[in-house]
């Protein structure tokens, strides 16, 4: 019995991901072409009441997706983003002074994932992409990963602060090794900043707020 469950949570979650990567609004999948793609895609044989199956599970309530049934085939109905929200998303990303060209396709290439095979052809290539401003450190999103974590665990980061040369390049400033205990990222006219308070600044209350993206961490330590 348990081996038959499991084999059933299995069927439903590979048709999720095949009506997330084939079906749309505008696209319906059939239940043989499900059934050609669990094959294709993850090597998967099904019979097509397994299919019938898989898809009244995912319309059940514990699972609430909605899905559009028609003659054509099916389709999920809705997405993590509507199209204007994502266009929202893609025009912010693409227009961040503080994320370098490469760090955005990622981006934008992971947030897609969400869209079926179809709907990602609009953002394949990034055409919106304005490289002038960016201001290019390429750990950027390195950065706020160890951040967001010394944050959480109350941990102090030591890192480099870098300035500007004049060929544009980051190079580190007099002020080094800066140690803080940061306490949130934040942005202020455009500009993305760290909350943090300085070890040898700690007896003054004074808090200190660096340009995110000079930043370049060294290592984390407990407080």
């Known amino acids: 019995m348990e081996r038959k469950a499991n084999l059933k949570n299995q069927y439903t979650l590979l048709v999720l991901l095949i009506l997330m990567k ?31 199956r898989a898809l009244n599970a995912l319309e059940d309530e514990r699972l609430g997706f909605d899905l559009i049934r028609t003659k054509r085939g099916v389709a ?8 204007g929200e994502f266009e929202y998303i893609f025009d912010a990303i693409c227009s961040s002074p503080s994320i370098p060209p490469k760090q955005v396709e990622k981006i934008i290439n992971d947030l897609t994932k969400v869209f079926s ?27 706020i990963g160890m951040i967001t974590n010394a944050i959480k665990d109350k941990a102090m980061i030591e890192f480099t602060y870098n300035r500007y040369t004049e060929e544009g390049k980051l190079a580190p400033s007099a002020s080094n090794p ?46």
């Open 22 to 52: 084939y079906s749309d609004a505008a696209h319906r999948i059939t239940q043989d072409e499900i059934i050609h793609y669990l094959n294709a895609d993850y090597n998967v044989d099904a019979q097509p009441r397994s299919i019938i």
């Open 76 to 83: 999920l109905s809705e997405r993590l983003f509507d199209e």
């Open 117 to 143: 095979v179809y709907e990602r052809q609009k953002y394949g290539k990034i055409e919106k992409l304005d490289c002038r401003g960016k201001l290019g450190n390429p750990r950027i999103l390195y950065e």
């Open 178 to 223: 800066w140690r803080v205990v940061p306490i949130k990222t934040f942005v202020r006219e455009g500009r993305y900043l760290l909350l943090c308070a300085r070890e040898e600044r700690k007896k003054m209350n004074e808090l200190s707020e660096p340009l995110l993206f000079r930043i370049f961490i060294d290592r984390m330590s407990g407080v």
